[in-house]
């Protein structure tokens, strides 16, 4: 009797404890009432509605920029330790290729006595010649890389994210170069979209003199001739792209062309006023300690920028070394502005101007989109949107609606089944499927589960399978009955031998649920941790407290007889 009182204290605080965790989902308590918790269970895309994206990682444009930064380290490290190179360039830049051209049998042996000092953990020698020495990236360099850039990707698209203030944002790696994101609840998805697109790479870029603006446009109108494209037919960053890969052998080395919008035009294509700029700066948002708006001495808003002290210190000999130059503010290779430097820039301090063209609003809804991309750090590649999906509301209530319908009439005709078929013990079993459902939305709330539809199709095999151990545990029971035990023993052997029947099942179906959330995504990883809770809560309900209930009757209450 004294275990009976264990069991039953035990089982009253577990069902008192899912109470405690389920009730904030159906009242409404405020954020002062006294109830212990307010947490309650999120909600999947798929039921609440929101924005679903599939984004592309351009994962290979970040390993070419690695290996042509890689090239002016070899360069400058060469020749402070006096290494004698004829040349250093890229071969194959999306591996991390590198040709060195030496002249002689000397020159090959200190570069190779070179990159194995220097750079043995990251490059592998592929092949050599007497007059030139190719180098690659190792392939478990390359692999962790690329990796690094797509988790980088994530962790800066969740940080942008959590600016909206959106429950468990869904941001997760599809495939070697693609991010899956969904967003549930998303009211605002067109600014969302715009966030989640805003590369926020920043670039702090001296303006060339070495071709005037006329011979810019002139270049540009006969590269798009030639190759038939404008920027009014594609989109700005491709035709950047293929505008500078057109123009590549008639523009000076380590230079590109970007825009700026016009003050007064509306949009870029209206109004763009190409730049000759120089891309061996080495200043960018990774410099910058904080972004935000701020206004200029008209009240016009504009984004201040604050750098780190290393980045304090490049702008610093960056503005030194090109007085009386223009400095172009490059975001997403478009020129914010390109002001001139009149003197040594000390106190890392610098502001993005947005221009004209727009009314304050406007200004100032771009303002804060810039800065709340720089805040949360810049996208280390570009993307792609590759697919698009919203879901309505409507959409979401009509399936939990129709879920909740399903589970009603499941419920129903279980309960009416196991009450027809076993009676007394039919109801005890009902009770323990109601406090098994209890318990499992008690644990997935607790954990911050979202719930999705596949997740209500696990709670609906959990149903299924809690059932089933109340089945065999009622058989059981008529078996020993029928065998002539009294009531006290059949219930006890009952229990007993219908266990290791029901451990056996529960076995399989979490193995099988680990492998499914071990090796899926999205959904598939869904409804395999609601089918692992409900093994947990099944045991515990249909199980123990079943028994806990039947003991109670026989023991407590001194019931004689119940029908099995």
Known sequence: MEGLRWRSILAALGVAAAIVWVLPNVVNFGEKAWWPSKQKLNYGLDIQGGLHLVMGVDVDGVVSESTHRLITSMKADMQKENVPVKDVKSVNPNLGEVTI?????????AVEKFLTDKYSTVLQV????????TTRYFDAYLN??????????????????DEFGVAEPSISQQGANRI???????????????????????????????????ELQAMIAEAEKAGNYSMTTMKYSDYVSKLNADLASKLPAKSVIYFEKSANATTMEAGAMPYLLKTDTDLGGDALDDAFVGYDQ??????????????????????????????????????????SIRDRIAGGQAVITLGGGRDRNGMMDEAKMISTALRAGALPASLEQLEERRVGPTLGADAIDKAKLGSYVGAAIIVIFMLAYYKAMGAVASLSLGINVLALFALMTSMGFTLTLPGIAGIALTVGFAVDANVLINERIKEELRLGHGLNVAVKEGYHRAMSAIIDANVTTAATAVVLLYFGTGPVRGFAVTLLIGIVTSMFANVFVSKVIVDLLVHKFKVKKLAV
């Open 298 to 339: 008209y009240g016009a808003p504009q984004v201040s920028l604050h750098f780190n002290s290393a980045g304090s210190n490049k702008f610093a000999d960056l503005t030194g070394n090109n007085v009386n130059r223009q400095m172009a503010i490059v975001l997403d290779k478009v020129v914010k502005s390109a002001p």
């Open 101 to 109: 051209d030496v002249s002689d049998a000397a020159g090959k042996a």
């Open 180 to 214: 899956l994101i969904q967003l549930p609840g998303m009211e605002d998805a067109e600014k969302a979209k715009q966030l989640i697109n805003t590369t926020a790479k920043l670039d702090f870029m001296i303006v060339s003199n070495e071709k005037s603006p006329q």
């Open 126 to 133: 592929i092949s050599s010649t007497d007059t030139s020495i």
């Open 144 to 161: 962790d890389y690329k990796n690094r850039v797509i988790q980088q990707a994530i962790e800066t698209i969740r940080n942008r994210i």
